[in-house]
């Protein structure tokens, strides 16, 4: 298994909506709602990194209100 964290920056104004679609995207085993400079952090877990690019930069990118996404793969 390979875990990572995607950060997310999102246009404000529609959090819960974008929380349930990073939700709803497979391979996303949570996502919490935080302050700071990202909106969402959401923890990914799948089978192999290449996984992880197909998650962060394929699905929750493309999510209608995504700005950007910062990828970090855990190390242990």
């Known amino acids: 298994m390979v875990r990572a964290y995607v950060m ?7 959090a819960e909506r974008l929380k349930s679609e990073i ?3 497979d391979g996303v ?3 919490y709602i935080v ?3 990202v909106d969402f952090i959401a ?3 799948v089978a192999e990194t290449a ?3 197909a998650v ?3 699905h929750i990118q493309n999510i209608d ?3 950007n996404t910062q990828t970090y793969v855990a190390m242990d």
């Open 35 to 37: 302050a700071g400079d």
């Open 29 to 31: 085993e949570s996502a």
């Open 51 to 53: 996984d992880v690019k």
């Open 8 to 14: 997310v920056k999102a246009h404000s104004g529609d």
């Open 43 to 45: 923890t990914v877990d």
């Open 65 to 67: 209100g995504i700005e």
């Open 23 to 25: 939700l709803d995207v």
């Open 56 to 58: 962060a930069a394929t």
